[in-house]
T-cell receptor
Framework: KQEVTQIPAALSVPEGENLVLNCSFTDSAIYNLQWFRQDPGKGLTSLLLIQSSQREQTSGRLNASLDKSSGRSTLYIAASQPGDSATYLCAAINQAGTALIFGKGTTLSVSS | NAGVTQTPKFQVLKTGQSMTLQCAQDMNHNSMYWYRQDPGMGLRLIYYSASEGTTDKGEVPNGYNVSRLNKREFSLRLESAAPSQTSVYFC?????????????????FGPGTRLTVL
């Protein structure tokens, strides 16, 4: 059974810092791995999707990497801003599954 | 293009009452999903529909039923609500007909329904 773990559960940084959020998964047979953002009281917004054949994806200040062999993904946020404050969730679809398996998220707070 | 919409946004029920959560998407997606989100548990899949006319159980289906009314709409029904069903419910959709088992299939989420069962 696929399990997804995110560390740390919470992170506070000053504005302008670069930071890394970590995600690990137990079953390396995944189709893709996705990173989402969730603002308080809101739904999920897809940030990046990394296909199983890819090693990384970039969108603006965000860069996500995938290492299937070690069962890890990272989300790198460059030059953090207060508007980046949110909960970040990673999720994996494995080849035996039918939908996303989510981690519990990392809640990021960026202070100005 | 509204994406994924859910109604209602908030609902309070008494134990034993029934209700249906509605979800619709206007992206012509084949697959639709219902998740619940609980503190400390993360998001968990309740049911999904890989294509119009099909539905399958997810991780936590007990106490729920679903209907894929047409390609746009996927409803979630609580027949006899229990306090353990207090949660935030999210509907999602994706393009792939295979229910997510493709490498490029991104899921799009609705804003959620906050349900409290007293």
């Amino acid at each position: 059974k696929q399990e997804v773990t995110q560390i740390p559960a919470a992170l506070s940084v000053p504005e302008g810092e670069n930071l890394v959020l970590n995600c690990s998964f137990t079953d390396s047979a995944i189709y893709n791995l996705q990173w989402f953002r969730q603002d308080p009281g809101k739904g999920l917004t897809s940030l990046l999707l990394i296909q199983s054949s890819q090693r990384e994806q970039t969108s603006g200040r965000l860069n996500a990497s995938l290492d299937k062999s070690s069962g890890r993904s990272t989300l790198y946020i460059a030059a953090s801003q207060p508007g980046d404050s949110a909960t970040y969730l990673c999720a994996a679809i494995n080849q035996a599954g039918t939908a996303l398996i989510f981690g519990k998220g990392t809640t990021l707070s960026v202070s100005s | 293009n509204a994406g994924v919409t859910q109604t209602p946004k908030f609902q309070v029920l008494k134990t034993g009452q029934s209700m249906t959560l509605q979800c619709a998407q206007d992206m012509n997606h084949n697959s639709m999903y219902w998740y619940r989100q609980d503190p400390g548990m993360g998001l968990r899949l309740i049911y999904y529909s890989a294509s119009e006319g099909t539905t399958d159980k997810g991780e936590v289906p007990n106490g729920y039923n679903v209907s894929r009314l047409n390609k746009r709409e996927f409803s979630l029904r609580l027949e006899s609500a229990a306090p353990s069903q207090t949660s935030v419910y999210f509907c999602a959709s994706s393009e792939a007909r295979s229910g997510g088992r493709t490498s490029t299939d991104t899921q799009y989420f609705g804003p959620g329904t906050r349900l409290t069962v007293l």
